[in-house]
């Protein structure tokens, strides 16, 4: 009696897996094609070095304008990558115009949320721009 | 005969006689002296005002120079999805000619999933970039490769040269492009001289043996078959002067010619003729100069002319109309011939050039393109161009206006338009859509008439229309923040406001049914409207509404009515893709804009518009909207676009208005936003629904668009629970009616729902709990 229970239960089991493995796609009825967001940084962008190497050089010579309008340009090409929109706030920065600064941090870190290096450089650099008293600020 | 030197006595005789003249004839030799003096002075004085008349044309800016309004340059790269039919598109609206060798810049050749480019050289706003050649390997469906032929090393990046794609034209309609005499072709400046003027180098304005000779035919023809005007004369008639045959004519020709040779040198006279010219008419605007008729009919700068391509647009000085090589293709062959023929006698060429460039086809466009083919876009550059620039300075200053708008986009734009519209019979239906980057708020694309190249009424920034359920995201980011989750449960019953003025205002689902208790996501999807006046009202959402609207600018009223849940208020199609933007872009508001720089002629940056990006939306919060409005698209009033776009997810919203008079569909994919509007403009009703209309057209439009799949960025501070979205609880993936939806950490419901429907479900959860 136990064996045959068993074994009907076994049964039922496979039976039952088989049915909802071939069921699944039509039984998600109504959110069909929607995918939650992936926990890791899964559209890990691809960056166009050139442009970005670009504006670093025009940082590093202290040609601000020049590196945001390489970087704007990488931006509009690739938009959700926080790597730009950091090196952005980085020339804002630089400019002390600190808003704008703080802006562009903002949405590096909407991209960035997984990215631990990225994130901590950001909180540095948001720290950076916050006005002092007595400093130049836009 | 110079005057003989007169003797002592002979001057005492003449005194003599002098005295016994008569007082009346000395009065009369008085009088003539006097109107003699005055002729002179009237003479110098006229003179003076011609003097003024050169000085004010010349000095003070010579031409009135339409500024220039350009398309985004277009950035190849390795992996952009981009075909190669779609890249040939780009080119030939940049005016670049399709070769079988590349030997100029502006060409480029095709040999299948592979097209080599001869690229124009270019000054960007913030770079000068030189004349290139490369190659581009094509993938599928995307850039495989990018490589620089000269030295054969890969490029990683390049601009491709913007296309025109509009002019600010004086009130006058003379179209031209200033160029300066170093930008001239010697050889042009030759043919020219050869052809209208041989003499220009030694004459002084006019050329009396020229004028003789002319004079000579003349009569002997007993009609005016040859002028003798040289280039400076025929300079200052074009200049100042009227077409009218006369004497006065001819003598203030002269005379302005003389005064023009006095103030300027020979190099500076040639230019002035060059960019002066008439030698098209084209639509409302009249073509001056033979840059912008080199542009308009070869497709080319004056530096990739051929010699027959000079020759042609030399040939056509004597009759632009008669000899038009589009109208007359005969004539102006047989003209070209003719000054080929000059060419040969002057030995600019040899008899075997003459021989085979009379051979050469004419080489025109086949049509001149559209003056403003864009004239929807165009209205709104003007409109967002800052106040500092009058339309005198766009008509005469030659400023250059980089914008965002995107030819392939506009094409797609146009082309799913009129698909979409032929759905429906009636053709008094208008639309107004707009296509934007919601990620950096670049308005790419836009059009506001059934007939997009229609200059009229522009309905998608100037038609302001209720936008019914549009409204309902930015209610629901409010309530959000003040606490509600997706999964709230809402009542869809009857309610009855009393209003400041006494009216009692009953409001109504769009169906006309009660739909009893459900969740925030359900009513949403559904668009009910009872349960969001019923929050707006008893729970305080009409005051964030408010603070909302105005945080982007768009509250209109002064006094706001709890009407306002439902959408009463007037919106253009253009505010309401401003709204979306900041919706799509989780928050992040970016003004849409069309300019990204206004250039002046020598190349100084006057006016940049940097990216923008204010955080005015919680980012967690703005993600519950955005996956509300995906339900929208996939088990609400759009989910029409579950059905057409199988696999690609959307997020929208549908708008109606009273009496089915406004259709709207507001929606985006990964990168672009767009929103349509179907209506009338008698304000009588359309016949329908935002779903039924504005939905059909907007699916239409991103078909041609091939918008990508929306990707949700991952947002650590949500968490993501299977709701039932019917009874809030709990769910699981599988059972019916169950969604995945996101909540602030801690605020998802804890209560599980019966997992209903999905008896497979049911059973497994059974063997689960069993074993």
């Given at each position: 009696?136990a064996?045959?229970?068993?074994l009907?239960r076994?049964?039922l089991?496979?039976?039952?897996l088989?049915?909802?493995?071939c069921?699944?796609?039509?039984?998600?009825?109504?959110?069909?094609?929607?995918?939650?967001?992936?926990?890791s940084?899964?559209?890990?962008?691809?960056?166009l070095?050139?442009l970005?190497?670009?504006?670093?050089?025009?940082?590093?010579?202290?040609?601000h304008?020049?590196?945001?309008?390489?970087?704007?340009?990488?931006?509009?090409?690739?938009p959700r990558n926080?790597?730009?929109?950091?090196?952005l706030?980085?020339s804002?920065?630089?400019?002390?115009?600190f808003?704008?600064?703080?802006?562009?941090?903002?949405?590096s870190?909407?991209?960035?949320s997984?990215d631990s290096?990225?994130?901590q450089a950001?909180?540095?650099?948001?720290?950076?721009?916050?006005?002092?008293p007595?400093?130049?600020?836009e | 005969?110079?005057p003989?030197?007169k003797?002592?006595?002979?001057g005492?005789?003449k005194?003599?006689?002098k005295?016994?003249q008569?007082?009346?004839r000395?009065?009369?030799?008085?009088l003539?002296r006097?109107?003699l003096m005055l002729?002179l002075?009237a003479?110098?004085?006229?003179?003076w005002?011609?003097?003024?008349?050169?000085?004010r044309r010349?000095?003070?800016?010579?031409?009135?120079?339409?500024?220039?309004v350009y398309a985004?340059?277009?950035?190849?790269?390795?992996?952009l999805?981009?075909t190669a039919?779609?890249l040939?598109?780009e080119?030939?609206?940049?005016?670049?000619r399709?070769?079988a060798?590349?030997d100029?810049?502006g060409?480029?050749?095709?040999?299948?999933e592979r097209?080599d480019?001869?690229?124009r050289?270019?000054?960007?706003?913030?770079?000068q970039q030189?004349a290139?050649r490369?190659a581009?390997?094509?993938?599928?469906t995307?850039?495989?490769?990018?490589?620089?032929l000269?030295?054969?090393?890969p490029v990683?990046?390049?601009r491709?040269?913007p296309a025109l794609?509009g002019?600010f034209?004086?009130g006058?309609?003379e179209?031209?492009l200033?160029?300066d005499?170093?930008e001239?072709p010697?050889?042009?400046?030759q043919?020219?001289?050869?052809v209208?003027?041989?003499?220009f180098?030694?004459?002084?304005?006019i050329n009396?043996a020229?004028?003789i000779r002319?004079?000579?035919?003349?009569?002997?023809?007993?009609k005016?078959v040859?002028?003798?005007s040289?280039?400076?004369q025929?300079?200052a008639?074009n200049?100042f002067?009227?077409?009218?045959?006369?004497l006065?004519r001819?003598?203030?020709?002269?005379?302005?010619a003389l005064?023009l040779?006095?103030r300027?040198?020979?190099?500076a006279?040639l230019?002035?003729y060059?960019n002066?010219?008439f030698?098209?008419q084209?639509?409302?605007s009249s073509?001056?100069g033979f840059a912008?008729?080199?542009r308009?009919?070869f497709?080319?700068?004056?530096?990739?002319l051929?010699?027959?391509?000079?020759?042609l647009?030399?040939?056509?000085v004597?009759?632009?109309?008669?000899?038009n090589?589009?109208?007359?293709?005969?004539?102006?062959?047989?003209r070209?011939?003719?000054i080929l023929?000059?060419?040969?006698?002057?030995?600019?060429i040899?008899?075997?050039q003459?021989?085979?460039l009379a051979?050469?086809?004419?080489g025109?466009v086949?049509r001149l393109?559209?003056?403003?083919?864009?004239?929807a876009?165009?209205?709104?550059?003007k409109?967002?161009?800052?106040?500092?620039?009058?339309?005198a300075?766009?008509?005469r200053?030659?400023?250059?206006?980089?914008?965002?708008?995107?030819p392939?986009?506009q094409?797609?734009?146009?082309?799913?338009?009129?698909n979409?519209?032929?759905?429906?019979?009636?053709?008094s239906?208008?639309?107004a859509?707009?296509?934007?980057d919601?990620?950096?708020?670049?308005?790419?694309?836009?059009?506001?008439?059934?007939?997009?190249?229609f200059?009229?009424?522009?309905r998608?920034?100037?038609?302001?229309?209720?936008?019914?359920?549009?409204?309902?995201?930015?209610?629901?980011?409010?309530l959000v923040e003040?606490?509600?989750t997706?999964?709230?449960l809402?009542d869809?019953?009857?309610i009855?406001?009393r209003q400041?003025?006494?009216?009692?205002w009953s409001p109504?689902?769009?169906?006309?049914?009660?739909?009893?208790?459900?969740?925030l996501?359900?009513a949403f999807?559904?668009s009910?409207?009872?349960?969001?006046v019923?929050?707006?009202?008893?729970?305080?959402?009409?005051?964030p509404?408010?603070a909302?609207?105005?945080r982007?600018?768009?509250l209109?009223?002064s006094t706001v009515?709890?009407?306002?849940?439902?959408g009463?208020?007037?919106?253009?199609a253009f505010?309401?893709?401003?709204?979306?933007?900041?919706?799509?872009?989780?928050?992040?508001?970016?003004?849409?804009?069309?300019?990204?720089?206004?250039?002046?002629t020598?190349?100084?940056?006057?006016?940049?518009?940097?990216?923008?990006?204010?955080?005015?939306?919680?980012?967690?919060?703005m993600l519950?909207v955005?996956?509300g409005?995906?339900?929208?698209t996939?088990?609400?009033?759009?989910?029409?676009?579950q059905?057409r776009?199988?696999?690609?997810?959307?997020a929208?919203?549908?708008?109606t208005?009273?009496d089915?008079?406004?259709?709207?569909f507001?929606?985006f994919?990964?990168r672009?936003l767009?929103?349509?509007?179907?209506?009338?403009?008698?304000?009588q009703?359309v016949?329908?629904t935002g779903?039924?209309?504005?939905l059909?057209v907007?699916?239409?439009?991103m078909a041609?668009?091939?918008?990508?799949?929306?990707?949700?960025?991952?947002?650590p501070?949500?968490?993501?629970?299977?709701?039932?979205?019917?009874?809030?609880?709990l769910?699981?993936?599988?059972?019916?009616n169950?969604v995945l939806?996101?909540?602030?950490?801690?605020s998802?419901?804890?209560?599980?729902?019966?997992?209903?429907?999905n008896?497979?479900?049911?059973?497994l959860?059974?063997?689960?709990?069993?074993?």
């Amino acid at each position: 009696m136990a064996t045959r229970g068993i074994l009907i239960r076994a049964i039922l089991v496979v039976a039952s897996l088989m049915l909802v493995s071939c069921a699944q796609p039509s039984v998600m009825q109504g959110s069909a094609g929607f995918r939650p967001p992936a926990q890791s940084s899964g559209q890990q962008p691809r960056t166009l070095n050139s442009l970005q190497r670009d504006a670093l050089a025009a940082m590093q010579d202290g040609d601000h304008d020049r590196a945001i309008q390489y970087l704007q340009r990488a931006i509009r090409i690739e938009p959700r990558n926080p790597v730009n929109w950091h090196y952005l706030a980085q020339s804002y920065r630089a400019q002390y115009d600190f808003a704008r600064c703080r802006e562009m941090i903002s949405r590096s870190r909407a991209y960035s949320s997984y990215d631990s290096i990225l994130e901590q450089a950001n909180q540095i650099l948001a720290a950076q721009c916050v006005c002092k008293p007595g400093e130049r600020c836009e | 005969m110079p005057p003989r030197a007169k003797s002592a006595r002979s001057g005492k005789r003449k005194s003599a006689r002098k005295s016994a003249q008569p007082a009346s004839r000395r009065g009369w030799r008085k009088l003539l002296r006097l109107a003699l003096m005055l002729l002179l002075a009237a003479g110098l004085g006229y003179l003076w005002y011609l003097n003024q008349l050169i000085e004010r044309r010349f000095d003070q800016g010579a031409w009135a120079k339409p500024s220039r309004v350009y398309a985004r340059p277009l950035e190849l790269y390795t992996g952009l999805a981009l075909t190669a039919q779609q890249l040939e598109r780009e080119l030939h609206l940049a005016d670049y000619r399709k070769v079988a060798t590349l030997d100029a810049p502006g060409q480029f050749k095709r040999d299948g999933e592979r097209i080599d480019l001869f690229s124009r050289a270019f000054r960007f706003p913030d770079e000068q970039q030189p004349a290139m050649r490369i190659a581009i390997q094509f993938g599928r469906t995307e850039i495989g490769s990018i490589t620089d032929l000269d030295t054969r090393h890969p490029v990683e990046a390049f601009r491709l040269t913007p296309a025109l794609i509009g002019s600010f034209l004086p009130g006058n309609g003379e179209d031209r492009l200033v160029v300066d005499d170093n930008e001239v072709p010697e050889r042009l400046k030759q043919i020219l001289l050869a052809v209208e003027d041989r003499q220009f180098e030694q004459h002084f304005g006019i050329n009396p043996a020229s004028i003789i000779r002319a004079l000579w035919q003349n009569l002997q023809a007993g009609k005016i078959v040859q002028g003798g005007s040289t280039l400076t004369q025929q300079l200052a008639k074009n200049l100042f002067l009227t077409p009218r045959k006369s004497l006065l004519r001819k003598f203030n020709e002269a005379l302005l010619a003389l005064l023009l040779e006095a103030r300027y040198d020979k190099p500076a006279l040639l230019a002035a003729y060059v960019n002066e010219v008439f030698l098209l008419q084209h639509n409302n605007s009249s073509v001056h100069g033979f840059a912008l008729a080199s542009r308009f009919l070869f497709k080319k700068s004056l530096d990739e002319l051929g010699i027959d391509e000079m020759a042609l647009l030399v040939g056509m000085v004597r009759g632009p109309s008669i000899y038009n090589p589009l109208k007359h293709p005969e004539r102006a062959r047989e003209r070209r011939n003719q000054i080929l023929q000059i060419l040969l006698e002057t030995g600019q060429i040899n008899p075997a050039q003459r021989k085979w460039l009379a051979h050469e086809p004419l080489g025109v466009v086949d049509r001149l393109p559209a003056v403003n083919p864009y004239p929807a876009y165009l209205d709104l550059v003007k409109k967002q161009l800052p106040s500092a620039y009058s339309a005198a300075d766009l008509e005469r200053k030659g400023l250059n206006i980089f914008t965002a708008f995107n030819p392939s986009r506009q094409h797609q734009l146009e082309l799913g338009l009129a698909n979409g519209l032929k759905r429906f019979a009636d053709s008094s239906v208008q639309p107004a859509a707009i296509v934007a980057d919601y990620l950096s708020g670049d308005v790419v694309a836009m059009v506001s008439d059934r007939q997009p190249t229609f200059p009229g009424f522009n309905r998608a920034i100037s038609a302001q229309r209720p936008i019914g359920s549009l409204i309902k995201p930015l209610l629901l980011y409010g309530l959000v923040e003040s606490g509600q989750t997706l999964a709230s449960l809402v009542d869809d019953r009857p309610i009855r406001i009393r209003q400041s003025d006494g009216a009692v205002w009953s409001p109504r689902n769009f169906d006309r049914k009660l739909h009893g208790r459900t969740t925030l996501y359900n009513a949403f999807i559904n668009s009910y409207n009872l349960p969001f006046v019923r929050l707006g009202v008893d729970q305080g959402g009409l005051e964030p509404l408010v603070a909302n609207l105005q945080r982007i600018h768009l509250l209109k009223q002064s006094t706001v009515y709890p009407s306002l849940l439902l959408g009463s208020t007037a919106m253009t199609a253009f505010e309401v893709a401003q709204m979306y933007q900041v919706i799509a872009n989780a928050g992040y508001f970016a003004a849409l804009t069309t300019i990204r720089e206004v250039v002046d002629t020598r190349g100084e940056v006057l006016t940049r518009i940097p990216l923008e990006s204010r955080e005015l939306f919680k980012r967690n919060s703005m993600l519950q909207v955005i996956r509300g409005l995906i339900g929208v698209t996939t088990d609400g009033t759009a989910r029409y676009l579950q059905q057409r776009f199988a696999g690609t997810t959307y997020a929208g919203k549908t708008g109606t208005t009273n009496d089915l008079r406004d259709s709207w569909f507001a929606g985006f994919g990964n990168r672009h936003l767009s929103v349509v509007w179907l209506g009338k403009d008698d304000n009588q009703p359309v016949g329908l629904t935002g779903s039924a209309g504005a939905l059909r057209v907007w699916a239409d439009i991103m078909a041609q668009i091939g918008e990508a799949s929306l990707q949700l960025a991952p947002a650590p501070a949500l968490e993501w629970h299977y709701i039932d979205r019917l009874d809030g609880g709990l769910s699981k993936q599988g059972c019916e009616n169950s969604v995945l939806l996101p909540f602030a950490r801690g605020s998802a419901p804890t209560e599980r729902a019966a997992c209903r429907g999905n008896y497979l479900q049911r059973g497994l959860e059974w063997l689960q709990e069993e074993f």
